[in-house]
Each structure stands twice: as C-alpha cells, then as structure tokens.
C-alpha cells in the first residue's frame, strides 16, 4: 500500500491545481487509494480501472497527465503508452511492480517522462507529477502552431514551413476553425464533401498519417490529437 502520509511541502494544491490527471490502475483499492491521495493533494483525478476505461475518458477529457500501471488486463500499459505517445506530448508517469531495469529502460525508450516503482510514497508520486507537469507544459510553445493566411502551408512555433497538399489544406482549415475543440470524424467528412473531396473514415486516417509523417520529417512532433473512435483536436 502506498504511503498517504503527505508531507506539509507537498500536500496542498499549490503548484497541482488545475492538473488533471487520469490514473490508470486495475486493482480497485489501489486505484480508490491513489486517487483519493492526489486528490487531497490537489490534483484533480479520473480513476480508470482499465485500458478501456481510459480511453473512454480520454475521448472527452483534455488530461494534464497520465499515471500508468503496465500490469493492465486486456490492452497493457506500454500499448497504452505507445498509443499515448504515438499522437500527443501529454505528460506519462509509469506506476508499477515491475521493478527490473528492463522494464524501466523500455518505459522510458517508448515515452513515458518518468517510471516510479510500487509501493509508491505519496510525496513522491505528487512531487514527480508536479515535476513532468512543469517540463511538460513550458516545453510546449504550440500556440505559435498557426496555418498561413492562404492556408498552403503549416508554419511550427520555429518558424519552419511545412507545405500542405490540397487535401491537407482543407484537413487543417477545417481543424483550425476551432483550435483546441475536439472535431467529430463526420464534421470533417462534412468538410471534404462540402469541397467536391472523396472521404472516408479510412482515408481520413492515412491522411493524418502522412501529414504526421511531413512534419516529423521537418523535425516537430505535429500536436493533433486522434480522439479514440471519435475524432480529432488540434492543440496547438
């Protein structure tokens, strides 16, 4: 069990509030125990019992952070983070009894911005997560991310310009109407349809795909968020 005694630099909600965290645990008193800890201690937390669980959530929650266990039933943690990491920079804690060096190294290899050991001190759980949050959110100047007025072209907060295919113009156009929104597939659909464009929920996705791709080419991770079986975000 992990320790809930918090001490008094760490258990107020100074430098948590605001910080949404969803906790990914499938043993239920462990996961009751954790939340309620960081709760007190200032965060505010969704408890997901399963990989499932979590991507219901996700698919309309904007989370500051995520704390994994690995030892998930069905889908495990490192998919989990391997997806996660796959379309978003959001903050990973890996949660877990797996102690060996190995699994530590392959969390960190895949993604995850730190990798605590059970049982967990709560002080350091709450100082660690605090810790990713700070990397994580000053890390990120993404509100530069902006589409050129005639829309062919991305530009990343460094200046580099990523050149847009027509499909790709009217992909980001459509995305760019609202910044930080979650947009449904069929809205997009919509979009393309409107603009004598064939589209489908398949070729939506390779679209995605490749645009991906082109901009890690330039040397950025794109911030377009895949919504699980819903849509997408475009979070500058």
Not at 41 to 69: M, N, Q
Not at 83 to 109: F, K
Not at 126 to 154: E, F, I, K, N, Q
Request: with cysteine.
């Amino acid at each position: 069990m992990p320790n809930r005694s918090l001490a008094p630099d760490v258990a107020g909600p100074r430098g948590a509030e605001h910080l949404k965290v969803a906790l990914v645990e499938d043993d239920p008193d462990l996961l009751e125990e954790l939340a309620a800890s960081l709760g007190e201690a200032g965060f505010d937390v969704i408890a997901c019992p399963s990989a499932e669980a979590f991507w219901r959530a996700h698919a309309h929650t904007t989370f500051d952070l995520v704390a994994l266990d690995l030892g998930l039933p069905r889908e495990d943690g490192m998919s989990v983070l391997r997806r996660l990491r796959a379309t978003t920079s959001i903050g990973l804690v890996v949660l877990t009894a797996r102690a060996l060096p190995s699994d530590h190294a392959l969390s960190l290899s895949e993604g995850a911005d730190a990798f605590l050991s059970k049982p967990v001190d709560l002080n350091v759980l709450a100082a660690t997560l605090r810790s990713v949050a700070r990397r994580v959110r000053p890390s990120a100047p993404m509100a530069t991310w902006r589409v050129s007025a005639d829309g062919w072209s991305l530009h990343a907060p460094d200046g580099v310009v990523v050149e847009l295919s027509p499909q790709e113009r009217l992909l980001m156009t459509c995305l760019m109407k609202t910044p930080g929104s979650a947009v449904p597939r069929e809205i997009l659909l919509e979009c393309f349809e409107q603009a004598g464009e064939e589209a489908d929920p398949q070729r939506l996705d390779m679209m995605v795909h490749r645009l991906r791709k082109k901009v890690a080419a330039a040397g950025h991770r794109l911030p377009l968020r895949t919504l699980y079986r819903s849509g997408y975000l475009f979070q500058p």
